[in-house]
């Protein structure tokens, strides 16, 4: 199956895009997901002389669209997992913090070091978090008001979620972010790394262990329950 989104920001999804489409992988009739935005193609791949998915995009790319192949079985996702800076948030929480307190000369040379050492990056953490100590939670508060929220993001939350699949923030950010983020979008479960705190600061700790990619991964693929 062959999927075709337009960009809403950039005008509807136009007949000559869903022509080029079907054309390319030798499509039947396209299914009408939402009026002039998104279709899918059904399609039987590999066919003769199939183009590959690179070249569908490629072609494509000239009508401002997104297309994506899948199979037919199996379409239906159990699961939905996002990270949260720079995805869901249009920032980094964590260089945030970092620069309120106005270390960030300080943060470079650790970024640094760390590429040159080969760090990992519950190393490189523990390494950056005592660059925030001291910042108060309304200090938060008011990083977190300023960042703007990917669009569209609770469109896709609320849709997964209709369908019956489980949906999960899972960040190596940390907690305080998180479970506002989770909570104010509609996500089901939140993980993050977990900030000390000190006298209603932060402490310039976490609480371990540190969760990285590799655990986001795991928790992506094995953490979730598919039950709702």
């Known amino acids: 199956m062959l999927t ?15 022509d080029t489409a079907r054309h390319l992988v030798q499509g039947e009739e396209p299914i009408v997901l ?17 183009v590959s998915p690179q070249t569908i995009r490629a072609t494509l790319a000239q009508f401002r669209v997104d297309a994506l192949l899948t199979r037919k079985r ?6 939905l997992t996002c990270d949260m800076d720079s995805t869901v948030l249009e920032g980094e929480t964590p260089d ?14 650790v970024i640094a070091e760390a590429r040159a050492k080969g760090e990992t990056f519950a190393e490189t953490m523990r ?7 001291g910042t108060t939670e309304k200090e938060l508060q008011n990083i977190l008001d300023g960042l703007k929220r990917s669009p569209h993001i609770k469109t896709v ?26 909570k104010e979008i509609g996500f089901d479960h939140a993980f993050a790394n977990k900030l000390q705190w000190a006298e209603g600061k932060l402490a310039g ?24």
């Open 96 to 109: 945030a913090i970092i620069a309120l307190r106005g270390r960030t000369d300080e943060l470079k040379e």
């Open 74 to 79: 199996g379409r239906r996702k159990a699961v």
């Open 34 to 50: 939402s009026g002039n935005e998104a279709v899918d193609i059904p399609c039987c791949l590999p066919a003769e002389n199939a």
């Open 4 to 18: 075709v989104v337009a960009n809403r920001e950039e005008g509807n999804l136009s007949q000559e895009a869903i």
């Open 205 to 228: 700790s976490l609480f371990e262990p540190v969760l990285g990619p590799e655990d986001k991964r795991d928790l992506g693929l094995h953490g979730m329950p598919i039950q709702r």
């Open 157 to 182: 939350v609320r849709t997964m979620k209709a369908n019956g699949a489980v949906t999960a923030l899972i960040s190596g950010g940390f907690d305080w972010f998180t479970d506002r983020v989770a």
């Open 127 to 133: 390494r950056r978090i005592p660059l925030m100590a």
